[in-house]
């Protein structure tokens, strides 16, 4: 079980990762898009493919992070700190545009099963914001002296997966009340993009004064 990170390091990864589920992004929009327009089962399909997105940027992250750390642990270091700027960057942009869902009612289209789970897929692998977070946040979860770093990595981005599912689930099962009410209250938006901005900020000053000692 040399995988499994600290129960420290695993709470703080599921805060993020759950705020961050519940944040609406493109692969939300998509579903709860697809849930109004063609039905549930044709959304769920699309969210296969935005896991299976997840999954890919995950093992590219796991054993590119590990490449990295084996042939420059100074190279990892600067990673983690661009991450860690990252972050604050996405804080200040969450409170300064915020989230957004825009969906339409669209009239029922037919559409087969592989093609949602392709628009899905691409979705997230094509997506320069997720390949960016994927790339900054999940390091910040391991450190460059530990020997199981790809293992702990492929554990948080599975533990993330594991985590946005019920999410995803929820939120095409709810499409259409969940999108009209999201829409109506715009408050709610707000409260998540300041709890994303201050949950985002406090892990990238950790990172800061940590690497400052």
Known sequence: MDFLPSIATLLA????????????GPDMTLSISRALGQGRK??????????LGVVC???LVAFGI?????????????LKTGG??????LAIQAIRFGS??????????ESTALANISVGFWVNILNPKVIIFFMTFLPQFVTAGDPHVTGKLI?????????CMPVNIAAVLAADKLANWLQANPKVL?????????VFSVFAAKIFLTQAR
Do not use: C, E, N
């Open 13 to 24: 990864f599921s805060a993020a990762g759950l705020l961050l589920a519940l944040t609406p």
């Open 42 to 51: 044709p959304a769920m399909y699309v969210v296969v493919g935005t896991t």
């Open 57 to 59: 940027h995950t093992l």
């Open 66 to 78: 590990s490449a990295l750390i084996t042939a420059s642990p100074t190279a990892f270091f600067i």
């Open 84 to 89: 860690a700027a990252y972050l604050l960057w």
């Open 100 to 109: 957004s869902l825009s969906v339409q009612k669209v009239d029922r289209a």
């Open 155 to 163: 554990f948080l981005g599975i533990y993330f997966i594991i985590i």
């Open 190 to 198: 707000r409260g998540m993009d300041y709890t994303f901005a201050g």
